[in-house]
């Protein structure tokens, strides 16, 4: 799939742009704190509901507006063109078009366009907190079935409950006594929690089987000559991984009635998979702590070109976006990188200097200044 | 800012349900514009309905009098009650007519991020209703959401032990509508709850 054609409205440093895009590779040159990353930024936000770079919508909306407007013409599988465009206002919900139509949800824009981001904060993939890989496996589950996003939200919801119920029940008992009331409905949390629990982590763990052998490859291209990844899932308590989602399910009601003294103690759920881990390793050791600089990159890289392979061998081939990570590569990974990406359907590209841009990836060239986008070449 | 009793009524009707600034702005003008007579019919029904209704000794729903209309009825089936949430929970199951049984009201759903458990429900109220044995049904009408479920869940477990007979109502397809159209959740509870088809 491409984007055809991108129109924003007070998204960030846009009061209005329209950018008309071709399949191949484009890129966006311009000096820093231009709007580059802002194009791309609104096209990563169609296809997560979510921006790489902030959590929260408030800087989305330009200073002074009330609310932002990403629209875009999205080319997918036979040539047919949706029309997607979404109104985004902070601190309330989003508002969904489809083909014009209002009658959508926002939830229901998600699989329109699918996109693979690369971007310089890819390192804390590799670097970061488990929460940083947690996002990498959840939004990828996402991106493969949008139906997902329900279940990630639902076991957000029951989880934020079974947290304010524990809160109550550890401050009461602090103040003495406390409410025997307060956990009689431990119980049905704990049934919600673990059934909405056990889906989410068989998926994911159905994921990182899937994605082993492609970050694996991807590694040995950028990285010929270095040791071999193995990820590995693991769960928030002991016990070996669920071969399906009923084992999943009982072994999380076991490991929270094993751990219920604990919760209670301290007033916070501490098993289920928003305590889960991906563990990176290479060779036999966590690449988080161990790896060179040089290694991190390679292996953030991996994970992001193991995500594009695993969408486009099921179908509609993502839009790959390529913000500013070329500055942050040695000359060898550069070129590797470009190579790998350069037959994608799309591939959007920023750069703050042109010669950033590597030599493989010829295409269409924006510039872009003061909120202005000028077409280059052809 | 408009003047002081203009604004007024501006930020009172703003703190309405659903109501924002903008249509609290367009409906304090029109009550401005309003015939006199008009204006103090609404002022006299919203006194008349805090000064009037209260709530079913019975059941916890609206009443005018001691109990509610539904349980002073004495076509009603006593051995039948249906639980739901709110009043007007009980409106949108009246006019199916489907239904010949009491209703329950809990007042809420648990909700332990509103600070809502079961002792804030009604829910002890209902226990002493089913203490004499002469209801022999239980239909959980809670919202079919996640702090639906949970009470719905929590009564169940509290009720097994009484030996009554504990439904819940049904999700799936809304009749009339189109397969295509459901969403994965309401099309896969369909799926779970389909029945035998009797011909």
């Known amino acids: ?378 | 800012m408009y003047e002081g009793v203009v604004q007024d009524l501006i930020d009172e009707l703003g703190r309405l349900p659903g109501v924002g600034p903008k249509s609290a702005q367009r409906i304090a003008f029109h009550i401005l514009q309003a015939d006199p007579v008009d204006v103090r019919r609404l002022a006299f029904a919203l006194q008349q309905v805090k000064e009037k209704v209260r709530f079913c000794s019975v059941c916890g729903n609206v009443a005018e009098s001691e109990q509610c209309r539904v349980c002073l009825d004495p076509r009603r089936d006593l051995a039948v009650i249906c639980v739901v949430e709110e009043s007007k929970d009980v409106v949108a199951i009246e006019r199916t007519r489907e239904f010949r049984g009491r209703y329950h009201v809990l007042g809420g759903a648990i909700s332990p991020i509103e600070g809502v458990g079961p002792d804030d429900l009604r829910i002890r109220e209902l226990m002493t209703r089913l203490a004499d044995g002469t209801v022999t049904e239980l239909i959980l009408a809670t919202d079919p959401n996640l702090e639906g479920e949970a009470t719905a869940t929590y009564l169940a477990r509290l009720c097994k032990p009484m030996g009554l007979k504990v439904t819940r109502l049904a999700s799936g397809l809304p009749v009339g509508g189109d397969l295509e159209y459901a969403d994965e959740v309401t099309l896969g509870r369909a799926f779970e709850g389909r029945r035998l088809l009797d011909v």
């Open chain 1, 1 to 378: 799939m491409h984007v055809a054609h991108l129109s924003l409205a007070d998204f960030r440093s846009y009061a209005r742009v329209e950018v008309p895009l071709d399949p191949g590779v484009t890129a966006f040159v311009g000096p820093n704190g231009q709007g580059k990353t802002n194009l791309v930024e609104a096209i990563g936000y169609l296809a997560t509901l979510g921006s790489h770079r902030v959590a929260s919508d408030a800087p989305l909306v330009r200073l002074g507006a009330e609310r932002a407007v990403v629209r875009a013409s999205v080319v997918g599988q036979g040539g047919r063109t949706t029309l997607v465009e979404l109104e985004i206002t902070p601190g309330k919900a989003n508002r969904a078009r489809l083909n014009r139509s209002d009658n959508v949800r926002p939830r229901d824009v998600l699989g329109v366009l699918r996109t693979v981001l690369f971007a310089p904060e890819d390192l804390t993939l590799v670097k970061g907190d488990p929460g940083e890989r947690r996002r990498f496996l959840d939004e990828l589950l996402t991106a493969r079935a949008p139906r997902l996003a329900g279940v990630r939200s639902d076991y957000e919801r029951v989880l934020k409950q079974r947290n304010a119920l524990l809160k109550t029940a550890a401050t009461a008992r602090r103040h003495g006594g406390g409410k025997a009331a307060d956990l009689a409905t431990l119980e049905v949390w704990d049934g919600h929690l673990a059934r909405t629990g056990a889906e989410l982590t068989a998926f994911r763990i159905q994921l990182v089987a899937a994605l082993q052998p492609l970050v694996a490859e991807a590694y040995r291209q950028l990285a010929p000559d270095a040791g071999e990844t193995v990820l590995e899932y693991r769960h928030s308590f002991e016990g070996e991984l669920p071969s399906s989602r009923e084992q999943a399910e009982q072994q999380l009601l076991d490991a929270l009635q094993a751990a219920r003294p604990q919760e209670v103690a301290r007033g916070l759920t501490l098993v289920g998979p928003h305590r889960d881990e991906l563990l990176l390793r290479l060779g036999p050791l966590p690449a988080k702590g161990y790896a060179s600089h040089g290694e991190s990159w390679s292996y953030a890289l991996a994970l992001r070109l193991a995500s594009y392979e695993l969408l486009r061998s099921e179908g509609g081939e993502p839009v790959l976006i390529l913000d500013d990570v070329f500055a942050e590569l040695d000359a060898r990974r550069r070129d590797r990188l470009a190579e790998l990406v350069a037959g994608g359907e799309q591939v959007l590209v920023t750069a703050a200097v042109a010669e950033d841009v590597p030599k493989a990836l010829t295409g269409a060239r924006y510039a872009v200044s003061d909120g202005a986008v000028t077409r280059l070449t052809p």
